[in-house]
């Protein structure tokens, strides 16, 4: 369960790490088989010739148990409000990056896309439909020098205003992307560094990036977002530590 000062921390600078939140047994046995699905060899370094590679979902029971720890349910509940989420069904995404000299060519600052609008682009809107956190799961030992995730804090309250005469058709993730990292631009920045079973719950308007892998041991890392069952309350008497951010960033805006 997380601390009052933890949610005050979540909802000031738009993310929390719950250190060893996916036991270490699960963490083993979904890294076994994530290092299966690359298709390289854990053993020899010659077989990673890429800088990132990509893989899918994983549904396997590892992979249910690691997304449904008993600590991060707590969490949701806490951050996303009881009955506002939904249980992940195991977990997805996972830029998985090798050291290298190589350029990854995906290292931009962005906030994550929510939902596909009518056309198939991706989109974001006010009340971040489609996506109630972002979350980073680490399934390996991540240090300074291997790639972790950046992090711009306090991003996620120049977000709400970019968004603000959107309506629920939102923005395009593109143009949004281009307009918040203009926003948040001089935010002091951190790395999303710990050790493996952790998890970073994060704001879905963090402003963050990726950047090369400058060590010696591969990162394996989830980013999934956690599915809400109806959009953020914004007009709540008591809003989620989700929505409070947003509803600030509003009314010092409309100031």
């Known amino acids: 369960m997380l601390t009052p000062t933890e949610i005050e921390e979540f909802v000031e600078n738009g993310f929390v790490r719950v250190a060893g939140a996916v036991p270490a047994d699960i963490a083993d046995r979904c890294l076994a088989e994530l290092w299966e699905a690359t298709g390289r060899d854990r053993d020899d370094p010659t077989t990673w010739t890429e800088p990132v590679i990509r893989l899918g979902g994983f549904a396997t029971p590892p992979f249910r148990a690691a997304a449904n720890a008993p600590v991060l349910h707590e969490a949701f509940d806490q951050l996303v409000g009881p009955g ?20 990854p060519g995906d290292d931009g600052w962005h906030v994550e896309a929510s939902f596909a609008g009518e056309a198939g682009d991706y989109r974001l809107n006010l009340r971040s439909r489609g996506r109630a956190l972002l979350m980073l799961f680490l399934f390996s030992e991540v240090g300074p020098d291997d790639a972790p995730t950046r992090i711009r804090v306090g991003s996620h309250r120049d977000v709400p205003p970019l968004l603000a005469d959107a309506g629920d058709a939102g923005r395009e993730w593109f143009e949004l992307c281009r307009d918040a990292v203009v926003a948040s631009e001089g935010r002091p920045e951190v790395t999303a560094t710990g050790r493996t079973g952790d998890v970073f719950l994060c704001h879905p308007f963090l402003v963050h990036a ?45 100031g």
């Open 210 to 254: 990726a950047q090369p892998h400058r060590g010696t041991v591969p990162r394996f890392m989830a980013q999934p977002p956690l599915e809400p069952t109806a959009p953020l309350d914004l007009d709540a008497a008591s809003p989620s530590p989700v929505a409070r951010p947003v509803v600030e960033a509003l009314g010092r805006a409309a």
């Open 84 to 103: 506002r989420w939904r249980a992940p069904g195991g977990l997805g995404t996972f830029p998985v990056r090798f050291p290298s000299d190589q350029e």
